[in-house]
């Protein structure tokens, strides 16, 4: 039992980004932007951004029909919702694969050849990719084993908020100190990860504390170093520089500043909460892509891909909405300059659709949080007798 629990969470964290990721890449005409973990990456941002959207319609509903008592039911909702999604998603892509299978097959092949012949160049690659391995494994252990002790003063918003959406049903309603309901933060109901974190423990039945203290660090831990390695490839051209750069880079990392707003405490101690993974894993991914997607042609194909990233990237914090949209306008104005030109607002706006979506989604409910803990004047005009929806979803 424990194994059929354990795939069907690694389920969400390997088949599902492929396959969201072979989706929305399908249009990119660029070879170099549909790498094995650009594909990988862009599918697990897009799967959160599209659990963020069932998440912000889901909770609307939910606390604009709430009047007096607590409306449960819209967390059932949101996972059914959302394993249909990704099972819908994981039939297109085999079907899309089985479609192409001659042409991904070729590429898949010539892929690895090509990486094969660059590991060859240099006899001391294999040193280089061995060290790395090592500091990784000694990490992943040092994650799985020893950050269940790991309690971070945000910990008693995370993993409570998870635990509370787990055990009474709802979405982003009841505050995580007191328990009274309908006080939520309002930080807290713009930003989905949490209630991301009570859907892997529904589907798998492992505990929340489980997933986030052992589970969760070990994958986002390797998630992050694949993101880095794509980074160094921006970097250097050869594969034993970029692995010598990997072997400082996750030294570095091991020695370290344990300080609250160091990248080492943020990727060694507490990569399960959501400006964690936003900081080490999103913001560097975005950024560079954006550097990459300017230095080549101007691609509609690009722009699914950015929204998605954009999306997935907003839904971990509600931090999310100035940190990523100052990633991408900064880029943006200062590839402009580089390029002694505007560059296409195109990618502009794209990557704006994340922030800007959170910035409405956080003013109105704030506007309607107020209506639900009776302030006065009421902003909205709801009641049980003008939401005609409230009989037949209430």
């Not at 280089?128 to 790991?150: P, R, S, T």
């Not at 949490?194 to 492992?206: E, N, P, Q, R």
């Not at 390797?222 to 880079?249: H, P, Q, T």
Request: proline share 3%; with cysteine.
């Amino acid at each position: 039992m424990t194994i059929i629990r354990a795939i069907a969470f690694l389920l969400h964290f390997t088949l599902v980004p492929a396959a969201f990721g072979q989706l929305i890449t399908y249009r990119v005409k660029e070879e170099s932007l549909k790498t094995p973990i650009i594909v990988y990456i862009t599918g697990l941002l897009g799967s959160w951004g599209v659990f963020y959207l069932l998440f912000a319609v889901l909770e609307w509903h939910q606390n604009w029909i709430t009047f007096n008592e607590i409306v449960t039911g819209c967390f059932t909702g949101l996972s059914i919702a959302y394993s249909a999604i990704c099972l819908i998603a994981v039939v297109a892509a085999a079907i899309l694969y089985f479609k192409k299978r001659k042409q991904f097959t070729g590429d898949t092949a010539d892929y690895l050849k090509n990486t094969a012949d660059d590991y060859r160049k240099n006899k001391f690659t294999f040193i280089y990719l061995g060290i790395f391995i090592l500091l990784v494994a000694i990490q992943c252990y040092f994650a799985f084993g020893y950050e269940i002790n790991e309690w971070s003063y945000d910990d008693y918003d995370y993993v409570v908020s998870s635990l509370d959406t787990l055990d009474k049903d709802i979405l982003a309603n009841t505050n995580i100190v007191t328990g009274a309901p309908q006080t939520m933060l309002e930080k807290r109901a713009v930003a989905s990860w949490t209630t991301y974190i009570s859907y892997l423990a529904k589907v798998s039945g492992f505990e929340v504390t489980t997933i986030c203290h052992t589970i969760m660090p070990v994958l986002l831990l390797l998630v992050a170093y694949a993101v880095y390695f794509w980074i160094s490839g921006l970097l250097f051209k050869e594969i034993d520089n970029r692995l010598i750069f990997m072997d400082i880079f996750a030294t570095a990392l091991m020695f370290g500043q344990y300080s609250h707003y160091s990248l080492t405490f943020r990727m060694l101690c507490t990569l399960w909460q959501g400006k964690a993974v936003l900081f080490t894993i999103s913001v560097p991914f975005l950024l560079a892509y954006y550097i990459k997607l300017y230095s080549e042609d101007i691609d509609n194909g690009c722009i699914l891909p950015l929204i998605a990233v954009s999306m997935g990237s907003t839904s971990l914090s509600a931090m999310s909405m100035m940190v990523v949209g100052l990633v991408v306008v900064l880029t943006w104005v200062a590839m402009s300059i580089y390029s002694k030109k505007p560059q296409s607002p195109r990618y502009l706006i794209a990557g704006m659709t994340g922030p800007i979506f959170q910035y409405v989604f956080y003013q109105l409910i704030v506007l309607l949080l107020e209506d639900m803990q009776g302030h006065w004047p009421q902003h909205f005009n709801r009641s049980r007798e003008k939401s005609w929806w409230y009989r037949w979803f209430g």
